[in-house]
């Protein structure tokens, strides 16, 4: 397929759902620079951390939920392409949250389908999964030609609602307008584990426990291949599939290329997942762990978060509850090799990957250094918890009455120190320490990282040295 770059973008309208994500605001960015006439996102949120890349004439954000048909109704009148991101239930603890998938996942692809049909819009690109096909057995070089799982071997409630998904959608390719001529053309792109700066999932999630020492081990064996596609690569074949569904196409008028299609689409450079991360983590300061489990014994540790994760469903909603060290499917994810052909996206939609693993991973790293650079850095929570739990004990023993657990404590101390008054001094030196520390730290913090300075003060008062120390490396580099 040889289009023009813009060819079925200028001069027309479209809307993106979880167009404030990470995917959902590049894919909008691209379409305005490609000279849309108008970009909508239908998301729940009202800003997010790519607004400003947004704050364009031609960009309307509509605030709303995929699953409220007034919202989608809405936000679809008078739309020429639909990009259909949005979805719940990836990673992390939102995999327990069944009802919430499949009431997004599944109805709201209804309701987007059927407001497409009511209003006439003409395209719409689906963005899917490889867990359509895949549950945890071996794929490689596989293609579309791969049957849908059956609905009883997924091993995630994600995986199931979006096959359901891509199967509704791409039956509903052909579909004629309730109102007008013509017919609704859909497609679906399957990306792969999707990386880039400002990615929100996993990244931010392997980094956080890599930072806090809770990172014990890899899965699987180095031979173990998964593919990766970087954001800008995903834009480009999602705008790509968009082009393929025009109908009006000398040669090919009424039988859109795409029309009814499945795509994978990934960098084309199969990896080990742990070794695809370890530039990152070792521009982190960060060190990949050098244990590593089988995946049927990461499968034991998966199961057993699911059932505890289970058992506290109530909160998975709430911000402050943590995501879970590994799920089942992850296991698989990183475990298992699965990585697909890219000969049926090059030859029908003419994608071929504009940014390199390495290109992708140099600007995840000039990213996130970045970060680091601007917010707070710490210690493990190993030295959290001995400073915490140290200072605790040791103030109670020197200030308080014995009682329950301080007693055996207060009496080893006594033995150790050979008076309560000796043991005071050490809590006085030692409190009075962490006050001169924390003090330091504040006004070093004014120089090299004022937007963080209370911070550090805090994190100093209660830790000492073993924070104080982060920042005088912080002000040397």
Known sequence: MHLSENEGIEGKTFLVTGGLGFVGAALCHELLRRGAHQVRSLDLRSSSPWSSLLSQPAFVSFIGDITNQKDVKKALRGVDCVFH?????????????????????????????????????????????????FAGKEIINGDETMPYLPLDDHIDPYGRSKSLAEQLVLKYNGCP????????YTCAIRPAAIYGPGEERHFPRMLNLAKLGLLFFTVGDSTVKQDWLYVDNLVLALILASMALLDDIPGREGCPVAAGQAYFISDGCPINSFEFCRPLFKSMEYDLPKTSLSVPSALLVGKLFWVLYTILSPWLNKSWFPQPLLLPIEVYKVGVTHYFSLRKAKEELGYFPMVSPQEGMTAMITYWKDRKRKSLDGPTIYAWLFCILGMSTLIGVALFPNFGPFSPIKALALFLYGSLHNIRIICFLAVGMHIVESIYAWNLAKKVDPDNATGWCLQTLALGIFSLRFLLKRAKS
């Open 177 to 184: 307008f309730r109102e007008k001529n013509g017919h609704l």
């Open 85 to 133: 991101v949005a979805s719940y239930g990836m990673s992390g603890k939102d995999m327990l949250q069944f009802g919430r998938i499949d009431k997004v996942n599944i109805s709201g692809t209804c309701l987007i389908l059927d407001a497409c049909v009511e209003f006439g819009v003409k395209r719409l690109v689906y963005v899917s999964t490889p867990n359509v096909v």
